[in-house]
């Protein structure tokens, strides 16, 4: 035991450490490794508990530089902490440099390790460059500070991959020799110089958010918009996700990545806006926040390549999964894609690119990539885990896959290697070592050759993970193995002949991804909406003010943003749609009461209200007799229309001319439809009580009756007189003189058709309310 422990804490001479990483390299056994070490090791460890080199948590902070040149001094810094419940002694921390790693797959498998493993960990370099710590209480954390320099690590010249070991030895009461209590591994980048080809490498740098506004606006002349809340301002404050995306991304050789949704709703938040609190809406007060971030935005991007996603960032995935299924849900993308354009360029002044589609974590099948060129893309951004190659290095990420398209095809390493929690420091220098080790690595597979690698990383990145993406691309600043390149350039860049350009099949989607989709009954609603929408815009006189928030809100429905979310995109969906029928709910006919009909003819008014702060126009009411040969309409026909035309706040009345052949209730159905017959609202029914012969009537013919008996007693009295006199007048002068002194009864007055466009209540009309006549 005591030969073990003098062994691990002693410092092998370069030649040893040497002759140890050669064999590992030859062999790529950990086993001859071991026996290289010596008889001792293997015996020091075999009753070793496992969890003994975990007894004390090693964290690495920092590695600086991450890309150590030849004349740099290597400066590592970290926290132990002892995890054990015995205190740990005479500790010390020490560097270990493993063999070179011999590629892309070998740094994932060192990657995996855990544990300190004898023979496969490298030993300790001098213990001159060791950090002593006497006494390591158990719960109790040290910060420690190594540097050692470069040449000191007998480091290939050509350059290449290696792992570095920071490990704690110590004693602890229940093992009373020199032991492994804790180690932590990362990975050092070696290029003294510069490589014959370099990589070039694009980058994706996405400014996408999920939905904030509502499809809701004032009903001022500005249209003030209404926001679910206030998370976006968090997000664009110093500090938040998207104000670091667009500080960090100010510096870095990167495509900037847009939903124009992002933009128009930020822009949308620079002037007055309100915020939902309740049942009501509040004023919204992050103004200045949001126009600061769109000024430093439209700086950074001054001059540089952008890309537009369509308006929202659609789903495609489940828009050829399940939208295809749903007449109109592809219809979206194409005006989805012009409001991108003009959205962009209207708000940072550059005009992007919408020559690409970026489907969910670039995962695409044959539908997928149908769907995502339907708006006019020529160009995919897939990863390499889903259109795969059977290739011993790393293909240029642009293939042609058929039909005028190119798949951009991500690395899946380099795309996901943020994706972790980046808040810990020693999670986020592991990731970016690795990062870079990757891209080395990759330039190493045919370093005689030229590439183009595209990474396209998670669509939100948090602040740390963006911090941690934007560590790792300055440490490529030096550009001794890449170089960067647009997106547009990488997608321009000449194939690899070898490289895979079959698109997978529909089974190869991953089913994590295909449970998140949106489902059928959420193109059914979007058709719902739609339909509505259609019919509501084309009776107002001012549709764009209604047309553009709604058809925004649409866009957002099917959006990437929602997927994990299904009940708030239930629920948004669900918003949208009942306020657009609250908004066609203020068109609509009067209800009447039963109203009585005295007389042959009359006019039937019928009352159209307008609670819209707009017009109404291209709309018909047609009012239907249920029993024409009773009530007839419009010249002995059952059906009766006119054109409505009616101010915002406003309502018309217009009258219909009916003519009654018999008495009897009958029923009216009155209905507005558009010009091109489509029903609008609900219909609105009444009925009509028929009385050709009243009372009143009945009284005028008696007395009309009356009247003419006793004209006839008079003459018939003058005459007898006048033959008496003998003097007998002629008929003519009898018949003027009756003439003279009779009127003939009025049946009935003509009716008045003129409409009548007076504002009128809302209120049904009063029960027992008489037609005009």
């Not at 544990?115 to 030993?123: H, I, K, S």
């Not at 009373?176 to 932590?184: A, R, S």
């Not at 489907?359 to 885990?385: E, F, K, L």
Request: charged share 20%.
């Amino acid at each position: 035991m005591a030969e073990a422990a003098d062994f691990q804490g002693m410092s092998a001479s370069p030649a040893r450490r040497w002759l140890r990483r050669t064999a590992s390299v030859i062999t790529g056994v950990p086993l001859v490794a071991g026996l290289l070490c010596g008889p001792a090791a293997p015996s020091a460890y075999a009753a070793e508990d496992p969890t003994g080199s975990r007894t004390v948590d090693v964290s690495l902070d920092t590695v600086a530089p991450a890309t150590p040149g030849k004349d740099d001094k290597i400066t590592i810094s970290g926290t132990v902490v002892n995890k054990g419940k015995q205190p740990v002694t005479d500790a010390h921390i020490d560097l270990g440099v493993g063999p070179k790693l011999s590629g892309r797959i070998a740094i994932d498998s060192a990657a995996e390790q855990t544990g300190f493993t004898p023979g496969l960990d490298a030993p300790a370099i001098d213990d001159k460059y060791s950090v002593d710590i006497p006494k390591l209480a158990s719960g109790i954390s040290r910060d420690f500070t190594l540097s050692v320099p470069a040449d000191e690590l007998d480091l290939d010249d050509d350059g290449g991959v290696y792992q570095l070991g920071v490990s704690l030895s110590g004693r602890t009461p229940a093992l009373g020799y020199d032991q492994v209590l804790g180690i932590e591994r990362t990975f050092l980048p070696w290029q003294p110089e510069g490589t014959e080809e370099k990589t070039r490498l694009t980058y994706l740098w996405p400014l996408i958010s999920s939905t904030h506004l509502t499809s809701e606006t004032g009903s001022d002349e500005q249209q003030t918009p209404v926001f679910e809340d206030e998370t976006l301002a968090t997000e664009l404050a110093p500090g938040g996700r998207l104000e670091q995306m667009v500080s960090l991304g100010n510096d870095l050789p990167v495509t900037w990545v847009i939903d124009p949704d992002l933009l128009a709703t930020v822009d949308a938040m620079t002037r007055n806006y309100r915020v939902k609190s309740g049942n009501s809406t509040v004023p919204g007060k992050n103004q200045a926040i949001a126009k600061r971030w769109l000024s430093s935005l439209d700086a950074a991007v001054r001059g540089r390549k952008v890309v537009a996603l369509p308006f929202a960032d659609p789903d495609l995935a489940s828009l050829a999964r399940r939208g295809k299924a749903v007449s109109g849900s592809l219809s979206h993308l194409q005006p989805a894609t012009e409001v991108a354009e003009t959205t962009v360029e209207t708000i940072l002044h550059v005009k992007p690119s919408i020559d690409f589609a970026w489907p969910v974590d670039g995962q695409i099948d044959s539908s997928i990539v149908d769907v995502a060129t339907s708006a006019g893309a020529h160009n995919v951004i897939a990863r390499s885990d889903s259109l795969q190659d059977d290739l011993n290095y790393t293909p240029t990420a642009a293939r042609p896959i058929g039909g005028g398209t190119t798949a951009v095809v991500a690395d899946v390493r380099l795309s996901t290697a943020f994706q972790g929690d980046m808040t810990n420091a020693g999670d986020s220098t592991l990731a970016v070592q690795k990062f870079l080790a990757q891209t080395l690595a990759l330039t190493h597979q045919q370093p005689a050759k030229q590439r183009s690698v595209v990474v396209a990383p998670q669509r939100m990145p948090t602040a740390a993970q963006a911090q941690s993406m934007a560590r790792a691309l300055h440490a490529l600043d030096s550009r001794l193995w890449t170089q960067p390149l647009d997106l547009a350039a990488a997608a321009d860049a000449e194939p690899d002949a070898d490289a895979n350009t079959k698109v997978p099949g529909s089974s190869r989607y991953p089913a994590t991804l295909r449970k998140q989709e949106l489902p059928a009954e959420a193109f059914q609603d979007i058709r719902t909406t739609q339909d509505t929408l259609d019919k509501f815009t084309v009776i107002l006189t001012k549709d764009d003010r209604v047309e553009t928030p709604f058809g925004r809100a649409i866009d957002r429905e099917l959006s990437v943003s929602w997927r994990g979310n299904p009940v708030a995109a239930e629920q948004y969906r669900k918003s949208v749609r009942n306020y657009l029928q609250s908004l066609t709910g203020e068109v609509q006919l009067i209800e009447k009461s039963d109203v009585t009909l005295s007389g042959r003819s009359a006019t039937i008014p019928v009352t159209v209200q307008n609670k819209l702060v707009q017009g109404i126009d291209h709309l018909v009411l047609r009012l239907r007799s249920e029993n024409p040969t009773r009530l007839n309409l419009d010249d002995d026909k059952g059906v009766a229309e006119q054109p409505i035309t009616v101010e915002g706040g406003h309502s018309q009345t217009v009258k219909f001319p009916a003519v009654a052949n018999a008495n009897g209730q009958v029923q009216m159905t009155g209905q507005l439809y558009t010009e091109d017959g489509k029903p609008y609202g609900r219909s609105m029914t009444f009925t009509v009580k028929v009385s050709e012969i009243t009372p009143t009537v009945m009284l005028v013919l008696a007395g009309g009756v009356l009247l003419l008996v006793l004209a006839g007693v008079r003459m018939y009295t003058q005459r007898k007189r006048a033959a008496a006199r003998k003097a007998t007048p002629t008929g003519e002068e009898a018949a003027a003189g009756a003439e003279g002194d009779i009127a003939d009864p009025d049946p009935g007055q003509a009716s008045d058709l003129t409409p009548d466009t007076e504002p009128e209540s809302g209120n049904p009309s009063d029960a027992g309310e008489k037609v005009d006549r």
